[in-house]
């Protein structure tokens, strides 16, 4: 709705005959802080949202049962950081609150700490996998959680163990 907004007045303004004196950057210095704020809001859910997936992820092979518990250890860490943050006494869309930028930015910190975590779980149980069928299950229960960076770009160096096997 926000970019809409500024599109519009974008298009009007071009459109125009008369020059507009209005310095843009001043115009939207709030509503753009606004939609920074929401992009933030989108990620924190997004965030929520994936790392709920590992509720549901069972691993099997040798290691499973040690996987497993380390997956419902970072679950339960993750809880704890969301409990925290949710905890706190303003109104995280109030622009003006410029606590959110620090809460947010030690929420992210905490999550990319749990990621790398995640991310070696993944890669032991993916060594741990002895078929490719194996391999791609693994793989597809982790799904949504596998677009996150450090993870990715942990699955990157077995890309090539993957297309090894197809030899």
Known sequence: ?????????????????NQ???????????????????????????????????????IGNTKGAAMSKSLTQILDEFEIIVEDFMK?????????RRE???????????????????ASVLTQSFDDCDTIVGKFKLLDSFEGLLNRPIIQDELERKQVTLLELFK
């Open 20 to 58: 507009w004196k209005i310095t843009t950057n001043a115009l939207f210095v709030r509503l753009d802080a606004f939609s920074e704020r929401c992009m933030d809001i989108m990620h924190l859910t997004g965030t929520i949202q994936q790392f709920k997936k590992l509720k549901k992820i069972e």
């Open 1 to 17: 709705m926000c970019s809409r907004f500024k599109d519009a007045y974008f298009d009007y303004k071009a459109k125009s005959k």
């Open 100 to 118: 959110f930028d620090d809460d947010f930015f030690n929420f992210r910190k905490s999550i990319k700490e749990l990621e790398r975590r995640l």
């Open 88 to 96: 706190v006494d303003y109104d995280i869309m109030n622009i003006e």
